[in-house]
């Protein structure tokens, strides 16, 4: 019964910002760590980044840090990744997915970790 589903994907230009939401439904939202991940063509799922359940931490990947943030509404049963200073290697389809757990373990990096998957959102960058 659980659902989430992204919004929020486009086309946009070279440097340009753009705001993904997820919004998700049949689960008590504050319980999951939240998380997003890209897919890029022709290339593996990447971890982008992660938020505990609180909104209180939140964890990026390296190349990313600047750029990109995530936050949560948890009254809105919401999860948003604000990206900023897009370039053409951003294009990807991006995902969110949620982990019911006890705290924001290492593991939170992994797919694996996660139960629940949104179906993805385009977001394509011109050059």
């Known amino acids: 019964q659980v659902k989430l589903v992204e919004s929020g994907g486009g086309l946009v230009q070279d440097g340009g910002s753009l705001r993904l939401s997820c919004t998700a439904s049949g689960l008590t939202f504050n319980n999951y760590v939240l998380a997003w991940f890209r897919q890029a063509p022709g290339k593996e799922r990447e971890f982008v980044a992660a938020?505990?359940?609180?909104?209180?931490?939140?964890d990026y990947v390296d190349s990313l840090k600047g750029r990109f943030t995530i936050s949560r509404d948890n009254a809105q049963n919401t999860v948003y990744l604000q990206m900023n200073s897009l370039k053409p290697e951003d294009t990807a389809d991006y995902f969110c997915?949620?982990?019911?757990?006890?705290?924001?373990?290492?593991?939170?990096?992994?797919?694996?970790?996660?139960?629940?998957w949104g179906q993805g959102t385009q977001v394509t960058v011109s050059s």
């Open positions: 997915a949620a982990d019911l757990t006890s705290g924001f373990l290492s593991s939170r990096r992994s797919a694996r970790t996660y139960e629940y």
């Open positions: 938020i505990s359940r609180s909104g209180g931490t939140t």
